[in-house]
């Protein structure tokens, strides 16, 4: 180990945070490798830990004998005012060698906040913050993940984009860096040609001029770029890589346990869920398949739990069948088996039953929306009765809380609205009274509310952020509301944060300046309320001469060229800006099972498949 | 009465915690399909518990840990079978049915590595000598029991015996402390040395457990 990091670790909270070292971390020989890549989450170490792309990309890059992939991850405060006294270069933790040395530099972006920590760990390597103040092919500075549907704010900074599910691009791109390598291209010379790779977005080859109102006029292609990157699929969940062998933290991390990835996608349409368009079309893996990864992943960790994931798990065609299987085996080994993400309409007894089994975890349901005609509108198709009987099977079978998931300031949304959210928890407390066998015990539903995010590539990617204070009273409206129910707990989010979400994730390059002034001026860890300074952002905006209020709460016009308009996620625009007209109808559109609404998805599908 | 395995902790595995280290135990007894005995209860768990709890940074080359192993596995298969569902630095040693009672561990021996990387002062050793040779070394020590938020321990009475080696840019003290009721962290030693002598304080000291001792200063098992 590095002598000045032996030095610095015992001044340092959670150490092991920063040692590598772990169970199944990959270590190769640097000499026999010829490409090394770091892989960056713009987090801490327990969050990025848990990320599941990451440990994907991780495991199918080092399947590979000529690459050695490493983690790389944002330290905390007190580690980064070591470093950066004692001269250590941010490293990769498997080798320890500085990432300003790799081949690759690569961030997953899951979520806006995280966007000062890509341009603090740059920094932290002594990499230029700039692509275009990093003339040499090496090393190449690329980022992958959610956020890339739209990634304006961070263009300047990253080399390209990789867009959707990165299992078979990451390879390829990394492929063609070889032969780069080999014959000695420049980087333009790469950037050209990798931009031809279907999936790869190279910002720098496209030119984007603004109107005088600040709207985007017109965002040219250059070199032969083309001019829209459809993002990346896997066509066959069976025959894709699954990580069975990952890494297992000595340290605890948030989510510490096997996930086991049922499907792709959502089969639901929530208007307002950029993940339920991005991810689109449906890929199930099969049963057998699952319990078989599931049950390896179980000997190879260790641990002693397990939790299903996916966008909606009791979508799963074979729920019921893969968790009698799993349980069959979780069960007498003391392995818990948990399963999050539960629509409010199909948590059934049997479901239920299975679920007890093991272990007694907490029950969540999202309903977004306090009363039917605005759940239609958001096309969240959640019906009252069937939640009211999704709780009451829960708390006749023990459960004695429940949590449930709203936003404020969805489009539509009235006070009636609003209230409806107080009425239907109302609702949910009355059918514990009725149905719970110990009354004794008491009860504890936890109401929380966000303020609504309108996302790129959304059928609300046109709509406004309502205002602040608007979203204020509207929590206050509900707080008052809540005042005489003891047995409900309200909680609200923080609207800065928010706030901030809205501007960076419609945002355009001219963002990337206001990043940068906040950067420079201390801002990283933005998730973290310790670190947060809202007011810092607020001064990199008038900095920079920009109006948060333009990117937040102005409404789009129909035809406008949004900065996003080179991403695609393969659903077509005319399909989002119809159900943004049903929205305003209340009228919903049912799943993908049900009916094809024709979104222009299952074209990704090469094979001509139908989704589901 | 329970099993235990005495193990080392080096190298990157010195920063894992101690509860932690537990839960990595938990895993790789399951990683290495070793059945060991769970708690019961509610939340069934498998039960492993370390014989005084070794400060984050600290190696050790004599760890002791109690579970108890049920059928199916012999003691002597454990120690390789383990330290290949390790993480880098846990090496297991050995695996046996315990036969001393804990409380019989009464002395730790400690090799604590003093670094002067620009060379060590030549007084400092002295200035090492007459800081242990005193009759008392009386100093504050952190802790939540008591109202004021420190007690005080002296020193002396807690060390058994020490030697002291120097080469030019380091000095080696080789100490053996009392390990329980009370026991002596080494790092008071290091305080209460860079506290009188501030002028010798060492760039970095690290500490390294050697040997765990009974109250005749054998080796403990």
């Given amino acids: ?612 | 009465m329970a099993d235990r395995l005495l193990f080392s902790k080096t190298g990157r595995a010195r920063y894992i915690s101690h509860l932690d280290l537990m839960r990595t135990f938990q895993r790789a007894f399951a990683r290495a399909k070793i059945p060991i005995k769970h708690t019961e209860g509610f939340n069934p768990h498998p039960f492993v518990s370390i014989a005084l709890p070794l400060s984050v940074g600290y190696s050790s080359q004599c760890e002791i840990l109690e579970f108890t192993l049920l059928e199916g596995t012999g003691y002597e298969e454990v120690p390789e079978r383990l330290t290949a569902a390790m993480p880098e630095g846990i090496v297991v040693h050995q695996c046996y049915p315990a036969q001393r009672k804990l409380k019989e561990l009464a002395y730790l021996n400690y090799i604590m590595n003093f670094e002067y990387p620009e060379g060590r002062p030549q007084a400092a050793e002295p200035a090492m000598r007459e800081l242990l040779g005193r009759d008392s070394l009386v100093v504050q020590k952190k802790s939540n029991k008591s109202k004021k938020g420190y007690t005080e321990v002296d020193l002396i009475s807690l060390i058994r015996s020490w030697n002291l080696e120097c080469q030019s840019d380091t000095m080696t003290l080789d100490a053996v402390l009392s390990a329980q009721n009370p026991g002596l962290n080494p790092e008071l030693i290091r305080a209460a040395f860079c506290e009188a002598y501030p002028q010798f304080a060492p760039d970095f000291v690290t500490f390294h457990r050697r040997e765990v001792l009974d109250g005749e200063g054998k080796p403990f098992r």
């Fill in chain 1, 1 to 612: 180990m590095n002598r000045t990091l032996e030095h610095i670790l015992p001044k340092v909270q959670k150490p092991a945070r920063y040692t590598g070292g772990e169970y199944n971390a990959v270590v190769k020989d640097k000499q026999s490798v010829d490409v090394r890549y770091a892989l960056c989450f713009p987090d801490t170490y327990e969050i990025g830990m848990s990320n599941l792309g990451c440990r994907i990309l991780y495991g199918l890059m080092n399947e590979q004998d000529h690459i050695w992939c490493e983690r790389c991850f944002a330290p905390w405060g007190d580690m980064e005012e070591e470093m950066r006294r004692e001269g250590l270069l941010l490293y990769g933790l498997e080798s320890g060698d500085p990432i300003a040395d790799f081949d690759f530099i690569g961030f997953s972006l899951g979520y806006e906040m995280a966007y000062s920590n890509v341009l603090n760990m740059l920094d932290l390597a002594e990499v230029p913050l700039r692509s275009a103040d990093r003339p040499d092919l090496t090393p190449l500075v690329v980022a992958g993940g959610t956020c890339c549907y739209n990634p304006e704010p961070l263009a300047p900074f990253i080399d390209f984009f990789s867009l959707g599910e990165g299992e078979e691009v990451t390879l390829e791109y990394i492929e063609l860096y070889r032969q780069a390598k080999e014959e000695g291209w420049s980087k333009e010379e790469y950037l050209r040609e990798v931009a031809k790779i279907p999936g790869i977005y190279v910002p720098s080859l496209y030119d984007v001029t603004y109107h005088e109102d600040g709207t985007v006029a017109a965002i040219t292609p250059k070199d032969g770029a083309p001019a829209t990157v459809t993002k990346r699929i896997v066509q066959d969940m069976d025959k894709s890589y699954f990580p069975v062998k990952t890494i297992i933290p000595s340290t605890e991390i948030v989510h510490d346990r096997v996930m086991l990835e049922l499907f792709r996608g959502c089969i639901r349409g929530c208007r307002f869920c950029q993940a339920g368009y991005a991810y689109r079309p449906v890929r199930n893996r099969n049963p057998q398949l699952l319990a078989q990864y599931g049950k390896a992943a179980c000997e190879d960790s260790g641990y002693q739990e397990m939790t299903l994931s996916s966008l909606s798990s009791t979508d799963y065609p074979c729920l019921m069948e893969l968790c009698d299987d799993l349980l069959d085996y979780c069960a007498p080994r003391d392995i818990g088996l948990s399963l999050p993400s539960l629509r409010a309409d199909t948590f059934s007894m049997s479901l239920m039953e299975r679920l007890q089994r093991v272990r007694k975890g907490g029950l969540t349901f999202a309903p977004e929306a306090g009363t039917q005609r605005l759940r239609d509108a958001i096309n969240k198709n959640l019906r009252e009765e069937d939640l009211l009987q999704s709780v009451r099977t829960a708390f006749s079978g023990g459960w004695s809380g429940v949590k449930l998931y709203f936003m404020l300031g969805l489009p539509t949304e009235t006070d009636e609205d609003v209230l409806g959210i107080a009425d239907l928890a109302r609702k949910v407390y009355f059918a514990w009274r009725e149905c719970t066998p110990n009354r004794a015990r008491g009860v504890r539903i936890t109401v929380s509310t966000s303020w609504f995010v309108p996302k790129p590539h959304t059928a609300f990617q046109w709509e406004a952020q309502i205002p602040v204070e608007e979203y204020q009273r509207r929590v206050d409206l509900l707080r008052d509301a809540f005042k005489r129910d003891k047995s409900i707990t309200y909680n609200w989010h923080d609207p800065q944060t928010s706030y901030l979400e809205a501007i960076f994730s419609r945002g355009d390059r001219r963002l990337a300046d206001v990043l940068e002034w906040a950067w420079a001026h201390g801002a990283k860890m933005d998730s973290w309320s310790e670190y947060f300074d809202y007011q810092r952002w607020m001064d990199a905006l008038a900095a920079c001469g920009l109006s948060g209020d333009f990117y937040a709460h102005r409404v789009r016009e129909k035809d406008e060229v949004f900065p996003w308009s080179v991403p695609s996620v393969g659903v077509s625009r005319e399909f989002l800006w119809h159900e943004r007209e049903l929205c305003y109808q209340s009228q919903t559109t049912p799943d993908c099972r049900t009916r094809c609404s024709g979104c222009g998805a299952n074209k990704l599908l090469t094979g001509g498949g139908r989704c589901g």
